[in-house]
């Protein structure tokens, strides 16, 4: 991200920012060490993979669709339930 808007609370002046790590730098030099780095290629590559969705994440909880029984399994009748003393 070249050409940022100079900002005087970061460092080298919010100028050398790494997009994937969140990292200000003081210097571009410092700013490409740190993308030939394993800390950023680690970043980068598990920044690639899917991420996963909220149905894969329910299902590795244990939490799939309510099971219900069948549909019309249980009929209600109208009659009243009578107690005997």
């Known amino acids: 991200m070249k050409n940022q808007e100079i900002d005087t ?3 080298g002046l919010g100028q ?16 490409s060490i740190h993308l030939r ?3 950023h290629k680690r970043r980068v ?10 149905a894969e994440a329910d299902a590795a909880a244990g ?8 549909k019309g399994g249980r009929t209600v009748t109208g009659q009243d339930v009578v107690m005997e003393e």
Do not use: M, W
């Open 45 to 54: 590559k598990k920044l690639q993979d899917e991420p996963y969705t909220q």
């Open 63 to 70: 939490l799939g669709k309510p099971d219900n029984g069948k």
């Open 16 to 31: 050398h920012y790494c997009v994937e790590c969140a990292r200000h730098f003081i210097s571009d030099s410092a700013y």
């Open 37 to 39: 780095s394993k800390l």
């Open 9 to 11: 609370d970061l460092p």
